[in-house]
């Protein structure tokens, strides 16, 4: 998992000490906390947002699944129904055939 301060690895020491002093230098001494705490509320909102949609996701997935198994149940059953009717309708014709054939 990268750090969030990964992209630092590239620079020199003195470009980051620029951009510290400039932020500094920008927003005050009093105002970095609060900056802080703005950002990281909203990287745990996001964070949050993309759980969610994460989950939704995954849910739809199952659901589909789930879905798919029922129908695949209903097929199965239904073959089974033909199967027998079919079955059922062969033994007939041969009980009639075989009541034809004999002598009375």
């Known amino acids: ?5 990964a992209f630092l690895g ?3 020491p ?8 400039l932020v500094v230098l920008l927003f005050g001494g009093s105002k970095l906390p ?9 990287r745990r909102e996001f964070k949050r947002a993309s759980d ?11 659901e589909d699944e789930r879905k ?3 129908e695949k149940t209903i097929e199965e059953e239904e073959r089974a129904r033909i199967r027998a ?4 309708e062969e ?13 009375e």
Do not use: C
């Open 68 to 70: 798919r198994e029922r």
């Open 52 to 62: 969610e949609i994460e989950d939704e996701v995954r849910s739809a997935m199952d």
């Open 14 to 21: 003195g470009v980051i000490i620029l951009v510290v002093l």
């Open 85 to 88: 009717r079919i079955e059922k």
């Open 34 to 42: 609060e900056l802080a705490r703005g950002l990281g509320k909203a």
């Open 1 to 5: 998992m990268q750090t969030p301060l």
């Open 10 to 12: 590239n620079m020199q």
């Open 91 to 103: 033994r007939a014709k041969l009980n009639d055939g075989n009541d034809k054939a004999k002598p």
